[in-house]
């Protein structure tokens, strides 16, 4: 097999970006983001980057100096580049990992909070974490072809507040690998999220007329974003990219704030409009709360 180029990039909503292209190849990888609630920051250190061919011994990508990556910078589609020049072979691969510096004292990975930004709150890796985060479902290199993927790491539902007695926020993450060549995005406005009270989100679901449950529930979303103000229009709005072509429900809430991926909790979902998703477009809806 001849090598090829790979482009991986990781995202925060994140997301990991993998290109291939030509007989000689290298790696890039980025990432991007939906914004985790109540944060300021979530910063992630990324020391390298494990990959496993299918039928192989896996191989491992070290950067001379580990990536600080503040995922929360990452929105409408941005991506940070992680990995540049890596040649590969064409083939077939079972999973990619990330490998992450998350000592506990904050001074790698940490998250701030919007009512305290200037304290960095260590993130740590959950125990069964604890050598990497690995994104599964697969992927392809392509000899002599050009192929872009993403992961995008969730953080509504990958970032957990820490439990009682602790300090610490976990890393647990959500994560999903997407061909950014073969995707599309849905964008749109929301009237009344700023009103008092409202913590407002929208939810894309997987299908027409889908079952639409919240993040801990047997029917959660397959992405989900928070609502952000523009300051160049003062509409407050949404996006959420790197989506495959097909068909979605999508709804949006003001109660995201009772939400949590550990629990099924008692959110009022409103809108639930069917949405079909093509490559290259941004479908549009906008919602009223």
Known sequence: MNPSTVL???TALAALTLSAAACTGSVNLDVTDAPVDGASKVVVEVSGVTF??????????DFDTPLSIDLLALRDGDTEPL?????MRDGSYDSIKLLVNASGDGSDSY???????????????????EDGLTITGGFSVEKDETQNYVIDFDLRKSVRDPATGETDYQLKPALRLVNADKSGSIVGTVTGAGASGCAPAVYVYKGSNATAGDEGS??????????????ADSKYKYFV??????????????????DSADDSGDITLTGAVNKSVQTGVQ?????TL
């Open 8 to 10: 991986i990039k990781l």
């Open 52 to 61: 496993q061919p299918t039928g192989a011994d896996a191989f491992t990508v």
């Open 83 to 87: 990995i540049s020049g890596k040649k």
């Open 111 to 129: 998250i701030t909070l919007t009512s305290d930004p200037t304290t960095k709150i260590p993130l740590v890796l959950a125990s069964e974490d």
């Open 218 to 231: 047997a029917n959660p979303p397959y992405a989900s974003t928070r609502i952000y103000l523009d300051s």
């Open 241 to 258: 990219s790197f989506l495959p072509p097909g068909n979605y429900t999508v709804a949006a809430t003001c109660s995201a704030d009772e």
């Open 283 to 287: 479908a549009e809806i906008d919602f």
